[in-house]
């Protein structure tokens, strides 16, 4: 009898690592994932990039997208893909960690990755109601075609003036710099 009382006591040991896993969505389960959530009746609002430093730009960015449809699911480019496109120096910050930052939001619904340096592949696979963009890149984006074409649109979202990944990095070299 004690010994099914202290079972029913124990808990699993829970990890910030686990927890976060559990808005996870592997790639090769986007397909099968997407449909079961359409035939819930919800919509699925997609956002991709990298959101290597986390700021408030970026925030305001991800919450906007999850306003726009029932699901939000944000897509991270791979480390690999970040240095084909942005820098050798980038990511500042590993995928395995933006994916834990990104799923400690409470308004993203799922996080997933994709190693290609546009996210093409990933939204013909996903399908989403409604794909989220920055004004910079407006709405004749490359993502555009491939939304559209399978019955989505494209929502821009403005940005917050003064907020880039790339300005953060540029202070912190200045300030290393006045100090040496």
Request: hydrophobic share 35%; aromatic share 8%; net charge positive.
């Amino acid at each position: 009898m004690m010994r099914c009382i202290k079972l029913l006591f124990q808990k699993e040991k829970r990890t910030w690592e686990k927890e976060s896993k559990k808005k996870f969505l592997d790639r090769n389960d986007l397909s099968s994932f997407c449909k079961k959530i359409r035939e819930e009746q919800k919509t699925i609002a997609t956002l991709n990039g990298s959101f290597d430093l986390l700021h408030a730009g970026h925030l305001h960015m991800i919450y906007e997208a999850s306003l726009v449809a029932d699901v939000l699911i944000v897509a991270l480019n791979s480390d690999s893909s970040i240095k084909k496109y942005k820098s050798n120096k980038r990511p500042i910050i590993c995928l395995p960690f933006r994916m834990q930052m990104m799923a400690a939001l409470s308004f993203v619904d799922y996080v997933t990755s994709f190693e290609e340096t546009d996210p093409i592949s990933i939204l013909s696979q996903i399908k989403p109601n409604v794909h989220v963009n920055g004004s910079e890149y407006g709405s004749e984006c490359i993502e555009k075609e491939i939304v559209e074409k399978n019955g989505g649109k494209i929502h821009i979202v403005n940005l917050v003036g003064g907020l880039s990944t790339t300005q953060t990095i540029e202070k912190i070299i200045d300030a290393y710099h006045c100090t040496t």
